[in-house]
Structure formats: C-alpha cells, structure tokens
C-alpha cells in the first residue's frame, strides 16, 4: 500500500476542488424529499418476514409499573436496570416478532457489528457471556439481546408484533394510557421510549420503482424464502439469478461480497462510494480480551469512549482498532468531541491529516481492485466522516469477479428510473430477476419525536405542539414539563458517540434511577420549566460550530442529504464521558429536584424476586416468543 503522505499546500487545494465537484454533481434540490417511506403502497417493503402471522391474542386492559416502547438494546437495557431497582411490573411494546430491534430486522448476509463485540455487546460482565469473533455476526447479537432479556425476566410481560400508537397522561389515575394497534389500552406509572433511530428502512423515490415486476425487497427486511441461505451466506436461490442492489453504504458494503458469491450476475448500483479501511476480523479468546475479573467489559467499553470521544487520556488502547486509530478525525461526527476550542491553526493540522488518511483509503481501492476504471469509481471523494466509514477486507476484491459490474449513478443523482424489468442508468437497461434496496432508514422519523407516535401530557397537550415554538425542551434530554413520569432515551440533547449501546446503558441507568427515586419518594417524575431551560442554556454555550464542514460534504443523512445538519439533534456539548459524570453526580446530589408530589394514592409496585435476577439464562432457543 502506498504509505500516506502530508499533502502539500498546493495538493490540498486540488482536493478541496475535487471535493466540491464531487458534492455539486450529487446534491439534490429535493433533498430528504428524494425518499419515500415503506408504507401505503409500499408497505410489503416493510412486513415482517421473521415472524409469520402474529399470535392472535386478546387487548390487554390491565397497569405495569413500567411500559418500555420499543425491544431493542434501548428497550432491554431500560427493563433489565429496572430490575436491578426492583422494580416489579415492566412491559416491553415491540413491533418485531422478538428482542433485538435494529438486530431483529437487519438479517442481511454478511450482517455483523463494526463496533468491537466486546464493547458494543451490553451486559457481558452481568450475563458472563465473552463473545466468539472480535466482530460479531447479527445473529450473535440478536441472541445476546435475547439472553440478557432472559436473565432479567422481560419475556413474560413483553408484547410482540405490537405498536405503540399513541401515549396519554391520564391526570385521575396519573398513570400513561398506551394504546396499540393491537387494541391494547392498559396503564403503565412510567412509560419509557426507546425507539431507535435507524428503525423506519427508506426507499428511494425513483420514478417507476412501483413497476418492476420482479423480486424486490429492503436489506432490513431480508427475504431468505426467495434468496435461500442464511446472514452467512449460501443463497442458492440465487443461482441462475441477475440480482441488483442499490445502495452501497454500511448495509451495501456487508451484503456485497456475498450476494456476489451466490447470484448468476451481481449489479451494484452506486451513488456515492463509502470508505472502507481494513476490518481484520479474528476470533477472539477471553484472555485475549482480558475477561478474567469482574468489570473487564465495562472497563473495556469505557476505554473505547474515551478514545474514540477524545476525552482524557488512556494509556492504553485496548481495542485497536480502524476506529480507535482514527479517533482523532471523528471530531466532525460527534458533535461534542472537541476540547481545545479548534481555531484556524488546529483545523488546518485537521485537514492535512484527513487527506493523509483518505489518500491512504483511496490508496487500498487501488491496490484492491483490478481494473482501473472500477477502482477510480469506488475511491471516496470527500473527507473522513463526511460519510459513515465503513470496514471490510471483501468488499473491493469482490468487484474483480466476472459476475459483478460496478454501475455509477452520480452522474444522474441516482438511479434514472425503475421499469417492469430492470433498472435504467444512463439510458442503459439492467435487466433483474431481483432488486435489493441497501437505501438505508429515514433517521429519527420514529418515535416521539417525528410525531408517528402521539404523546399527549398534562391537560392533553401534545408533546411537539409543546416544542413547535422553541424546539425540544428536556431536562439532560430523558424528561419533559408537562409530560410525567415519562422518560426519553436516545440521541436528542443527550450523549453521543459512535458506540451507541453504551450510551443506551448508561441512559437506561438512569432512567431507571428516576423510576427507583419517584417509587422511593412517592413522587412523579418531572422537571420544572426553569430546569429545562438552565439544560437549553448548556447545551447552547457550548455547541461546537461543525455546520461549515457538513455543509461541504457530499450528501447523506448525516447532513440532510447536503443542505445541512439537523438543528434538533443537538447533543451535549461536552462529550459522552463528561456528560455520564454529570448525570453520576447529578442522581447523587440533585435528583430530588425533578420528583413532584403525587396526588393520588396507588397501587404498590409489585417488588421482584432478586432470586429470579441471579438465575443463569434458560435454552435460548426454546425461549418463550
Ligand atoms: P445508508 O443510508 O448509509 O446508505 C444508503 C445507500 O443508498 C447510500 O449508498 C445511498 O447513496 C444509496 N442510495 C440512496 N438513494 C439512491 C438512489 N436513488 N440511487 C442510487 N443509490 C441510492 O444506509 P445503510 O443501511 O447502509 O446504513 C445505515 C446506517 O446503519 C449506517 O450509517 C450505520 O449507522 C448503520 N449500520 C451499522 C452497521 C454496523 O455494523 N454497526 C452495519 C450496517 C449499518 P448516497 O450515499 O449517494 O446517498
């Protein structure tokens, strides 16, 4: 491989040239516009084809202590830290057919974390689980969410196939309504959520995608009836088969090389090609990974935060790895990395070590790939983070395949159109007996905050109409005024890092400390609004000003598909190690502050069995659906 090189004043005016072209031919005035959701017509996109017809059963009117929305690791680190606080009754509401939310849904072939399994994994110092593969494969993952909602006794109360369609304070009983799609309407004290926001798949609005009359389906909702196999490969009802796919991010970059394997001609219909440095996956021992003591994977995940956050010195990088090795460019991407105040001589240290490392991505595609013209059109053309960065050691080299054409769309912003038989770029025809969609999820359009899931609060008053004036308004980012004893997890005004199920665990910590207080306290859950704006007030000051540098990056979801970041993602500016401090310090010494005095008596919490806590997993295929 070529080794990387400082690139000349001169060299760095070149590429910055280069980087706008390659922006301009791809920016879109339609913006998040150019996609279509999965519903109405296209709603076969999105059925479950994991579960078949769900269990018929009877509406549940009845009250929990504790309704979580949503199954994934948000979901089942919220019901499994309620336990460890005792608390009794806590209903898991899934869509899926099971636990494991982006996990349930993504069964891809090649599916596999591209975070360190022994950081990404929750729970493995509680569950005593070491996983097998240094990247585990989706199926690992699904099983581990499975076995920690085992041990923690979530399967009994949990309901599947199930959506949350709307959320209602009910002042008399001050308890929350939930109401489903399936009839249910029961009461729940505390109601949780945890949406995701990678769980809406998205497809792409191109003229004629309705027509085509072979087999289509969304990478998250994999049809192995129509492919044969499994995430490890094997597709042998693909033999014989012109398979297309679109979309060449995360999702693509996995799925690739395998579907290359299996069909008779693979056709990969890119638009931006992603970046993709080495992946270096190997099993892994215990003693490799140092799990001989109590604590190795907290300490573990907690040293990958402070890395990859930038925040405090580790004498030690225990994980090694693409994304510990390139920490210091990931300071575009998470909006709170930062703590020298960046300035002029900073961002252009910064910009010379980005075209160093993407010179040297740009580089592995030359080396990887066989025919030059396929490899110039695979080189990313933009700086480091300006997309997701990707990892894998088979992506390239499955293009030197006779069975595989690289079919560039940049030219016509995507796809031109979608017809009966195939797919037309650049006025040529693809014929397809199969049309993958790679096309990825509308980020954020579920849960409360799009509006797909009505919240109304106090005096009925709808959660963003509350918002529609200032924007969200949060205490740390879990709690509202005028919505009780509700408690939001996920990115909105709270931590972020690329290591997402640590920041869902230490959320869940706290959301369950909340619950554990009120119960205490024979409180609600509730800041007042002056709290709220002393936590707007944070979060403003300090907010690093990384607008500039999306607004020069080629298209995607990260910058609104290039016409800028999205204003209410703001996180807190800090970073994610200094904000899991505050709010350490903030439940020993001010969490009194949000508990209200309840008005009406109720029911005691049904305390939980700590016996029940400590007993080891049961067969986890034989578990209860
Ligand atoms: P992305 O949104 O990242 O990618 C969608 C792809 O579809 C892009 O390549 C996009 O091109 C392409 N596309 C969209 N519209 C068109 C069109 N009209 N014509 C041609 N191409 C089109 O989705 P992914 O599913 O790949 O990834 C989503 C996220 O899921 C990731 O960013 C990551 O956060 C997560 N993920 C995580 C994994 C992990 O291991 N942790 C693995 C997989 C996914 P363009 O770039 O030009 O818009």
């Keep these: 491989m070529t080794t990387p090189h400082a690139p000349t004043p001169d060299e760095l005016a070149v590429l910055r040239r280069r980087y706008r072209h390659e922006r301009e031919r791809r920016v879109r005035p339609d913006g998040a516009g150019q996609y279509r959701p999965t519903d109405a017509e296209f709603g076969y996109y999105a059925a479950d084809p994991y579960t078949g017809q769900p269990v018929a059963r009877d509406p549940l009117h009845d009250t929990v202590d504790v309704a979580v929305v949503g199954g994934g690791f948000g979901g089942i680190l919220a019901g499994a830290r309620m336990r460890q606080q005792g608390v009794g009754r806590v209903r898991i509401v899934e869509k899926g057919g099971d636990f494991g939310g982006t996990w349930y849904w993504n069964r891809y072939p090649g599916v596999h974390c591209d975070i360190e399994s022994h950081v990404y994994l929750p729970m493995l110092d509680e569950t005593g689980y070491v996983p097998e593969w240094k990247y585990a494969p989706g199926e690992e993952i699904r099983r581990h969410a499975m076995r920690i909602a085992r041990k923690y006794d979530l399967y009994p109360d949990a309901l599947f196939s199930t959506a ?25 004290t505390y109601v949780v959520t945890a949406t995701g926001t990678l769980s809406e798949p998205k497809l792409p609005g191109i003229p004629g995608i309705e027509t085509f009359q072979g087999h289509t389906f969304h990478t998250s909702r994999w049809d192995y009836a129509y492919t044969g196999g499994a995430p490890d490969g094997g597709m042998t009802g693909l033999a014989g088969k012109r398979v297309g796919v679109v979309g060449t991010g995360a999702t693509g970059v996995q799925a690739v090389p395998l579907l290359a394997e299996d069909a008779q001609h693979l056709y990969v219909f890119q638009r931006t090609p992603s970046s993709v440095d080495v992946r270096a ?3 892994t021992t215990a003693e490799d990974v140092g799990a001989d003591h109590d604590g190795w994977a907290r300490e573990r995940r907690e040293n990958f935060l402070h890395i990859v956050s930038g925040e405090g010195a580790a004498d030690q990088d225990l994980v090694a790895d693409g994304w510990t090795s390139s920490a210091d460019l990931l300071e575009k991407l998470l909006p709170s990395f930062r703590r020298d105040g960046g300035g002029p001589a900073f961002e252009a240290a910064y910009e010379v070590a980005d075209a160093a490392k993407m010179d040297e991505l740009r580089a592995r595609v030359e080396q990887a790939v066989t025919d030059p013209d396929t490899a110039e059109k695979l080189k990313p053309w933009y700086r480091y983070a300006c997309k997701r960065p990707t990892f894998s050691d088979r992506y390239y080299s499955a293009f030197n395949r006779d069975n595989v054409s690289l079919v560039d769309t940049a030219d016509t912003h995507g796809i031109e159109r979608i017809t009966e038989r195939g797919v037309v770029v650049g006025g040529d025809t693809y014929e397809l007996d199969c049309l993958i969609f790679a096309t990825g999820f509308s980020v954020g359009a579920s849960g409360v905050h799009s509006g797909k899931l009505p919240v109304h609060g106090r005096g009925g008053t709808q959660l963003l109409h509350r918002w529609a004036r200032q924007g969200p308004r949060t205490l740390h980012g879990f709690t509202s005024n005028g919505f009780p004893n509700l408690i939001q997890m996920g990115s909105l005004h709270n931590a972020s890092s690329v290591n997402f199920t640590h920041v869902l665990d230490e959320q869940a910590v706290h959301a369950s400390a909340l619950v554990a207080a009120a119960e205490a306290a024979f409180a609600l859950v509730e800041p007042s609004c002056d709290a709220e704006d002393a936590w707007s007030a944070v979060l403003a000051e300090g907010a690093p000003d990384h607008e500039w540098f999306h607004a020069e990056c080629t298209p995607g979801y990260y910058n609104r598909e290039g016409l800028g ?5 703001s996180a807190y500016p800090h970073g994610a190690v200094a904000f899991h401090e505050l709010l350490k310090q903030w439940r020993e010494e001010s969490m009194g502050e949000v508990m209200r005095a309840k008005a009406v008596p109720r029911h005691q919490p049904r305390s939980v069995d700590v016996e029940v806590l400590g007993r080891e997993p049961v067969n986890e295929a034989a578990g209860p659906r």
């Design 164 to 188: 949350v369609t709307s959320l209602t304070w009910d002042e008399a009983s001050e308890t929350w309504m939930v109401a489903t799609d399936r009839g249910d309407a029961f009461h729940a």
């Design 565 to 569: 970041r999205p204003n209410n993602a």
């Design 281 to 283: 996956n190997c099993r």
